[in-house]
């Protein structure tokens, strides 16, 4: 049976903490007081990013590998939400007290978490700490697990090429950071490899600090049906929980939107939006989430870059719409330039 501890405010209760404590199974112990907390039970918690569960995206694909961890290893997990407007402070707090608490491992699901997982981590030399798209803080009990998000993103802009009708194409992109544009660079090159005269409408939600633009639809959705506006019939949006609200706008004009991080076809809550979905970029955060826990549960903890890309499907395109499985022309030019990619034939940008 499934038990997770949720703990969804910064100042995390005792009472919360004490749920987490108590489960069966494997014991792990803590680094920071040389204390370790008598468990039978091996624990790993994640701290989800801006959005939290119920993103339909990122979050929800680092939850389904705490999940499957669950199932298939007898893991007992606990997730830590975010609150809106935190800081860095916030984030140690709650790293802090899921370490306390005796998970093992303890993952930041987000570059946010990198200042928080620096200092933490620290203090708890035996507990491995994970962090999803980022390698900018490092150490022997840190694991960086990172993407070619690049790689999947020109793949989408092969079949945002070949799927359009009108040549006009669009980004969306939720906060304009590295990583983002990242997802950006490799769109745009693969739009305009398949087709030089393709135009492609890019937008940024919001600028750093603010990250309303990974968290509200309604910005996703003006956004789109603004490009909308302007020509585009396909829309790929990198920006979690507000990208939800671009697939929307495509949907309700009839035209293309490409989902991200997970099989967007397949989420629960965008089935009234599922058909507009040609296909999605996938990020295997599942798995990653899912082998730093089995690594910590087998003795043999990952550290340092653990890297996924299109040669091993750590990256790719979602092909569960049966009306993408009908574009034989483009799932062949899709094909062919993904063997291109892992060939060495066609480097893909990481910038625009």
């Known amino acids: 049976m499934r038990r997770i501890t949720r703990i969804t405010t910064v100042g995390i209760a005792s009472a919360a903490l ?25 624990k790993a ?15 929800d694909a680092a939850y389904a590998g705490l999940k499957k961890a669950e199932e298939d ?32 491992p303890v993952i930041g699901v987000g570059f946010a978490y990198a200042p928080a997982i620096e200092k933490v981590a620290k203090q708890f030399p035996n507990t491995t700490f994970g962090i999803i798209d980022d390698t900018s803080v490092t150490g022997p009990n840190i694991a960086n697990m990172v993407f070619n998000e690049e790689q999947g993103s020109y793949l989408a802009g092969v079949a945002a090429a070949k799927a359009s009708k009108t040549g006009t194409v669009g980004f969306i992109g939720g906060v304009e950071v590295p990583l983002i544009k990242k997802f950006e660079a490799g769109y745009v090159q693969g739009v305009k490899d398949t087709n030089p005269k393709a135009k492609v409408l890019t937008q940024y939600l919001t600028q750093p ?12 959705k003006a956004a789109a049906e603004g490009q909308l506006d302007k020509g585009a019939d396909v829309i790929y949006a990198a920006a979690g929980l507000a990208g939800s609200g671009a697939i929307e706008a495509a949907s309700k004009a009839g035209k293309w939107a490409i989902g991200v991080d997970s099989d967007q076809y397949n989420q629960a809550g965008l089935a ?24 910590v549960n087998d003795g043999k903890p990952q550290t340092g870059e653990v890297r996924y890309g299109l040669a091993t499907d750590g990256v790719g395109l979602a092909d569960s719409n049966p009306k993408y499985k009908e574009m034989t022309d483009l799932i062949a030019a ?19």
């Open 45 to 59: 918690a994640i701290a989800y990013d801006i959005g939290g569960r119920g993103d339909q995206s990122f979050n």
């Open 209 to 220: 600090p603010n990250f309303d633009g990974f968290a509200k639809p309604d910005l996703g």
């Open 272 to 295: 009234s939006y599922k058909d507009a979905i040609l296909t999605s970029v996938t990020k295997d955060v599942s798995d990653s989430v899912y082998n730093l826990i089995k690594s």
């Open 334 to 352: 899709v094909d062919k330039a993904k063997q291109d990619i892992i060939d060495g034939k066609i480097t893909v940008k990481t910038a625009p």
């Open 18 to 42: 004490a749920l987490s404590a108590t489960a069966c199974g494997k014991s792990s112990s803590e680094g920071g007081s040389g204390t370790s907390t008598d468990s039978k039970a091996t």
């Open 73 to 104: 290893l007898g893991v007992k997990g606990s997730e830590a939400e975010p609150s809106s407007g935190e800081g860095d402070a916030d984030k140690v707090q709650r790293l802090t007290s899921l370490a306390r608490a005796g998970n093992n």
